[in-house]
């Protein structure tokens, strides 16, 4: 469902798989609007290219005029290259309010020469602390690359270039018994968040390595936005024997952190939804 559509949007219609598809190519002159950091936000290219920069001042952010509820949202990202130690690029959905959901994407800059940590978490109801973190398998600052989140009524799947990293599933029915704090973010509609901000206190090896200023302003660019928007909220939507292949590759390889597999942070066991 798309909500709030404000200016008009490019629709094209597709019949994917019995069902309709709305995809909505963005404009980001049309279809965002700069939230804060004025003059260092820019949109570029009669509207097919942002870029976000950070300076000693300031960072600054963007957000979606449209709301969704149940789409799949793809961004290819150019992210901060050299030096980017103590910065942080988010990438997300979220609602508002106390007791907002939201799904994130967060890369967590580095010394020249050390990966990326791609931070990924779910929300739902104001509860958080579902974090999973990866390495990327490419240098995510000599080209775009895509992130896409594909949100339905009964999973999220988070995806880089096609490729599955990590699967949040709906299992309230299941676990609702066993645990009053498990919620699956399903009513509420979400805007698309941006920003590029200093986060030097946590972002790199704990807050160990600080901003290097000598190396700003930091710039990360966005293109190709696109929202699909499904009649049947993509519902029956899994994962492939191909893509389920994928994903082990990338969980068996890359992945650094894991909530599920935290012991000193679950001493009594991790949380139902990961067993």
Not at 85 to 104: C, F, M, N, R
Request: glycine share 6%; net charge negative; with cysteine.
């Amino acid at each position: 469902m798309l909500m709030d559509m404000g200016t008009p949007l490019l629709f094209l219609l597709l019949l994917t798989s019995s069902r309709l598809l709305v995809t909505v190519s963005a404009n980001f002159n049309n279809d965002v609007d700069i939230t804060w950091g004025n003059e260092r936000a820019k949109i570029l290219d009669n509207g097919q290219q942002l870029q976000l920069t950070l300076d000693r001042t300031s960072g600054c952010g963007f957000q979606s005029k449209a709301e969704y509820l149940f789409a799949k949202i793809d961004m290819q990202i150019k992210l901060v290259p050299g030096n980017s130690a103590g910065t942080v690029t988010a990438y997300y959905l979220s609602s508002q309010g106390p007791k907002h959901d939201e799904i994130d994407f967060e890369f967590l800059g580095n010394l020249s020469g050390d990966p990326y940590i791609m931070h990924t978490n779910v929300f739902a109801q104001g509860l958080g602390n579902r974090e999973q973190q990866f390495y990327l398998w490419f240098d995510p600052t000599l080209d775009f690359h895509t992130y896409s989140v594909l949100w339905t009524s009964n999973q999220i799947i988070f995806s880089v270039d096609g490729t599955p990293v990590r699967v949040f599933k709906k299992r309230e029915k299941e676990l609702g018994e066993v645990d009053n704090n498990y919620h699956y973010p399903k009513s509420q509609a979400m805007r698309i968040y941006s920003s590029l901000w200093n986060a030097d206190d946590w972002a790199t090896r704990g807050g160990l390595v600080k901003t290097d200023w000598s190396k700003a302003p930091f710039v990360a660019s966005f293109r190709n936005f696109n929202a699909a928007i499904s009649s049947s909220n993509f519902a029956e939507e899994a994962l492939d024997s191909n893509q389920e292949q994928k994903l082990q590759w990338v969980r068996n390889n890359y992945m650094i952190y894991d909530y599920c597999a935290d012991t000193k942070r679950f001493p009594q066991g991790p949380p139902p939804e990961c067993k």
